[in-house]
């Protein structure tokens, strides 16, 4: 599972959340200091693609900036079971707002089979 933060304009961020290789297709979320990407009415898109002979699923979401550090998690679910996965990245804003860059904050974590 990797989560990434980048700048999508000078007000707004994407936040990304991409799992490779899970069966069956799991469900993602994205959540901002503890509150569902849903709940904020914000742009969201989800997709599946291939990777190298596994599945991948990514949900994009973009979210007006903060001027604060924000934690961001993206959980993992697979529908009709009870298995959940959470990984969490602190988001950075730059300090300088006008050219519209942030500081990447990213983790990436491989289930072992």
Same mark, same amino acid.
């Given at each position: ?22 069966? &069956? /297709?799991? @469900? +993602? ?16 898109? #989800? ?7 596994? &599945? /991948?699923? @990514? +949900?994009?979401?973009v979210v007006e ?11 993992? #679910? ?22 519209g860059v942030n500081?990447?904050?990213?983790? #990436? ?5």
């Open positions: 599972m990797t989560v990434r933060t980048y700048p999508f304009n000078k007000t707004h961020v994407n936040l990304t959340c991409v799992v490779t290789g899970a069966r &069956p /297709r799991p @469900s +993602l979320k994205l959540y901002v200091e503890g509150v569902e990407s849903d709940d904020r009415g914000n742009d969201r898109e #989800s997709s599946m693609d291939w990777y190298k002979g596994n &599945p /991948r699923v @990514s +949900l994009n979401v900036d903060t001027l604060d550090p924000a934690v961001v998690e993206c959980e993992m #679910s697979i529908p009709e079971t009870e298995y959940k996965r959470r990984e969490r990245i602190v988001y950075y804003p730059s300090s300088n707002r006008s050219n500081v990447l904050g990213e983790i #990436s974590m491989r289930q072992n089979d």
